[in-house]
T-cell receptor, first 114, second 113 residues
Framework: AQSVTQLDSQVPVFEEAPVELRCNYSSSVSVYLFWYVQYPNQGLQLLLKYLSGSTLVESINGFEAEFNKSQTSFHLRKPSVHISDTAEYFCAAAPMDSSYKLIFGSGTRLLVRP | DGGITQSPKYLFRKEGQNVTLSCEQNLNHDAMYWYRQDPGQGLRLIYYSQIVNDFQKGDIAEGYSVSREKKESFPLTVTSAQKNPTAFYLC????????????FGEGSRLTVL
């Protein structure tokens, strides 16, 4: 069975500091990988995705994630966070053989303090 | 603007009542989904539909029902058989050639009194 693990339920960080949100997945087949962001009382928005090709993917607002097949990880990083990055972040995986069934991690709340 | 509209945003229900949550999309997507979100548990799939007049159970379908009579609409009914219905419900859609990218509505928060 596939699963996605986000070990950190909450990550507090000061503004302009770097941050890493960890994500590990378990799957017997190849997967597509995603990070979604959720602001309070809203739906989720796609932040970035890895489908194939370069293992380093970037978003338009400065986040990046690197697919590491040997470690089955897809950690999310940002070199300098802003107050507006405060949100909940979900890692997700979609098995390539049944990719309609997206599997979500339990989420990590990023709390950026001034 | 294209998107997904969920209504109502907030809903209160007495125990024993059925309630229906609306989800409408104008993205021309074939597939639609319902997820339930509880604190600290991420999102769990209730039902999904890949085409009109067809839908499949997800991981937690018990106590829920859906219909897909139109491409644009995928309403979810929370029945009285659902033992713990208080939650945040999210509707989503995706293109037919699915690669995991879901487009979400803003959610409906159901509270059972």
């Amino acid at each position: 069975a596939q699963s996605v693990t986000q070990l950190d339920s909450q990550v507090p960080v000061f503004e302009e500091a770097p941050v890493e949100l960890r994500c590990n997945y378990s799957s017997s087949v190849s997967v597509y990988l995603f990070w979604y962001v959720q602001y309070p009382n809203q739906g989720l928005q796609l932040l970035l995705k890895y489908l194939s090709g370069s293992t380093l993917v970037e978003s338009i607002n400065g986040f990046e994630a690197e697919f590491n097949k040997s470690q089955t990880s897809f950690h999310l990083r940002k070199p300098s966070v802003h107050i507006s990055d405060t949100a909940e972040y979900f890692c997700a995986a979609a098995p390539m053989d049944s990719s309609y069934k997206l599997i979500f991690g339990s989420g990590t709340r990023l709390l950026v303090r001034p | 603007d294209g998107g997904i509209t969920q209504s109502p945003k907030y809903l209160f229900r007495k125990e024993g009542q059925n309630v229906t949550l609306s989800c409408e999309q104008n993205l021309n997507h074939d597939a639609m989904y319902w997820y339930r979100q509880d604190p600290g548990q991420g999102l769990r799939l209730i039902y999904y539909s890949q085409i009109v007049n067809d839908f499949q159970k997800g991981d937690i379908a018990e106590g829920y029902s859906v219909s897909r009579e139109k491409k644009e609409s995928f309403p979810l009914t929370v029945t009285s058989a659902q033992k713990n219905p208080t939650a945040f419900y999210l509707c989503a859609s995706s293109m037919t050639a699915f690669t995991g990218e879901l487009f979400f509505g803003e959610g409906s928060r159901l509270t059972v009194l």
